[in-house]
């Protein structure tokens, strides 16, 4: 029996076990759709037009298959299709969802919290920029070069003025640059990443903390990528550093549906003091009148959200637990050794340069050349090459002054570079490092093969 089939079994037992504990109402007829398995049959031919996410020979882009509990508890939950506004609507994984949360602040050292699951990253950091805002009065918002985009974006929306901070030489936050800012404008919230989209790098969370001893403002952790890794025993011990220090931080954002084995959207945002509750307080004349108890709506700007997504998640966390030294963790650990484990072959390469020793699980690379122009041309050129040799890589704009201490680049034509960049976020991706490196080698040997 494959995989599929085993996994459809079992799904077809706990359907089974929801359709028992509703046997008391009468049964609903319906008429079986013959065009059914014809719309799916098409649905699936169309889904082909993708390059393989789930495969250990995509390591682009953060996408990362959910766990097989998570697909299956979704497709379970979906059978009622709980919403979670409000407990008439979806009582049961509205508990589920509380129950996550409650793990998830555990995980990094909150005894007290508000919180709840969101669409997404940029919902969850949306919340904590949003709570930011009303606490403070009118002061702008920090982040450094490097963080999401969408923290500029969040920022004009909510109507706060909104300020890069520099990055240093390791692609983190600038924290000379930060307390420049801080003696000169009026910051209500400064924006620290655990884990950049682009390159990984973790912001210095525990040196802007101590700045908050001498200049007033809220601390927001976007851990969106990397806020899992707290659970890992193989971090330098800087990045340790700074991940222990989020128990000081007022807010944190991070995303199961990137390293929690959850699929798209599934985000999580935490405040430290339940006391912001207030700032979320509104009335509605018919959903929260099931119990005293407060809703998850009356704690979220999203209203309606998908039960299904705690059912997911919370599977996934019986199943793995989130604590150190458990089969999660170590999964994360695995990807991180991959990441290690490329690295140290591009820099055995004369044609690689890797611009960052991976703090997480994401490598980044320029290709030698004459100019920066040059170079970019040929990361394109490489990177369809190592598809035709089925290894699915990502392209990424950096800047000159991350790249040019590499010497890969002789006349910097242009003010930034585009570079290859690999995640290894898969568990899988360790076992299969030596076939993508050979598989990279052949790319090599067709891309930058010398002429007759």
């Known amino acids: 029996m494959s995989a599929t089939s085993r ?37 699936a031919e169309r889904l082909t037009d993708n390059d393989p996410y789930h495969h250990p020979l995509y390591c682009g882009q953060m996408l990362k298959p959910p766990h097989p509990v998570a697909r299956l508890a979704y497709s379970l939950a979906m059978w009622l299709n709980p919403n979670n506004h409000a407990l008439d609507g979806g009582r049961a994984t509205s508990r589920l969802e509380r129950e996550c949360v409650s793990d998830i602040a555990n995980m990094i050292g909150w005894d007290t919290h508000l919180g709840h699951l969101c669409g997404g990253g940029t919902m969850a950091n949306f919340e904590g920029l949003w709570v930011a805002r009303e606490c403070g009065d009118g002061g702008a918002i920090l982040a450094s070069q490097q963080a999401h985009y969408t923290h500029q974006r969040l920022s004009a929306v909510l109507g706060v003025p909104f300020h890069a901070i520099p990055i240093n030489a390791r692609g983190q936050m600038d924290v000379d640059q930060l307390e420049s800012i801080l003696q000169r404008e009026h910051v209500d919230t400064v924006v620290v990443t655990l884990g950049t989209t682009a390159v990984g790098a973790v912001d210095p969370l525990a040196d802007v903390l101590a700045l908050r001893h001498k200049y007033s403002f809220r601390v927001h952790v976007d851990a969106a990528y990397g806020g899992y ?29 990137k390293h929690g084995l959850q699929p798209y959207g599934c985000g999580c945002i935490l405040f430290r003091d ?3 509750a207030r700032h979320y307080l509104h009335d509605s004349p018919y959903t929260y009148y099931t119990s005293e108890e407060m809703h998850l709506g009356e704690i979220s700007l999203e209203c309606s959200r998908a039960g299904a997504a ?20 170590k999964g994360l650990e ?11 072959w591009l820099t055995s390469q004369e044609l690689f340069h890797p611009l960052l020793q991976p703090e997480l699980d994401i490598v980044v690379w320029a290709v030698e050349a004459a100019s920066a122009s ?23 704009t950096m800047p000159r002054h991350l790249v040019e201490p590499l010497n890969a680049i002789t ?9 290859l960049r690999s995640t290894m976020m898969k568990p899988e991706h360790e076992e299969w490092l030596p076939e993508i490196i050979e598989r990279l080698e052949r790319a090599m040997a067709t891309t930058f093969a010398e002429p007759d």
């Open 7 to 43: 996994e459809l079994e079992i799904l077809n037992a706990a359907f089974q076990r929801i359709h028992a504990g509703f046997e008391a109402f009468p049964a609903i007829t319906s008429q079986p759709d013959n065009e059914l398995s014809d719309v799916l049959l098409r649905l």
């Open 229 to 257: 890794f707290t659970l890992t025993n193989n971090l330098e011990a800087a990045t340790c550093r700074h991940f222990e220090s989020v128990t000081e931080a007022d807010s944190f954002a991070i995303d199961p549906h």
């Open 274 to 276: 339940p006391q912001v």
């Open 310 to 329: 705690a059912a997911a998640l919370w599977a996934t966390m019986q199943h793995l637990p989130l604590e150190r030294e458990g089969e999660f963790a």
């Open 334 to 344: 695995s990807g991180r050794r991959a990441a290690l484990g490329l690295h140290a």
């Open 374 to 396: 040059e170079s970019s041309r040929r990361a394109r050129q490489f990177f369809e090459a190592a598809q035709q040799e089925q290894v699915y890589l990502a392209l990424a």
């Open 411 to 419: 006349n910097w034509d242009a003010p930034t570079v585009t570079c």
